[in-house]
């Protein structure tokens, strides 16, 4: 288990290659702006969906 550890250890300090802060930043705001996106969809069809199915009901 020790040997476990300390090999984990070793390849996130050592061999793993870390990005930039910039670059962090960037796909942060880069998965922000999708997740609004994506949800303002959602949100649409969903309103679309919810209207057009209360006029189907309302009218049979």
Known sequence: MQQFFKSSWEEVTKEVT??????L????T???VASIIFALVVGVID???ENGLRLFYQSV
């Open 30 to 32: 880069l998965v922000l």
């Open 47 to 49: 309103f679309l969906i």
């Open 25 to 28: 930043q960037s796909s942060a």
């Open 18 to 23: 870390w990005p930039k802060w910039s670059e």
